[in-house]
């Protein structure tokens, strides 16, 4: 079943160097989240824990180009995509 953008969000979007994650499910939650340019290359994956994710992806983001990136989110029910924007 895919969720719905309004199920997650990621925010602020745009934005230059940080994200927070609002998210239907609980924090400790096992997800895997999969980072890919426009084109669909894979930029960032990682598995673990959705607040873990979220530090670990914020570490990453200083290092992305500015442009639009999709993030995929992969829990064992749903899955859920959403664009970011890096300025």
């Known amino acids: 079943v895919k969720g719905s953008e309004t199920d997650f969000q990621i925010f602020p979007n745009p ?7 609002l998210s239907p499910f609980p924090f400790n ?3 895997e989240c ?12 990682e ?3 959705l607040l873990a994710i979220k530090e670990k992806m ?3 983001l200083i290092n992305w180009k500015s442009g639009v990136y999709v993030i995929n989110i992969y829990t064992s029910q749903r899955k859920y995509m959403t664009k970011l924007l890096k300025k």
Not at 15 to 21: E, F, G, L, R, S
Not at 34 to 45: E, L, M, P, R, S
Request: aromatic share 4%.
């Open 47 to 49: 598995k673990g824990e």
């Open 34 to 45: 999969k980072v890919t340019d426009v084109q669909g290359k894979i930029i960032w994956q």
């Open 29 to 31: 939650q096992t997800i």
């Open 15 to 21: 934005t230059i160097n940080q994200v927070d994650i």
């Open 58 to 60: 914020n570490n990453q």
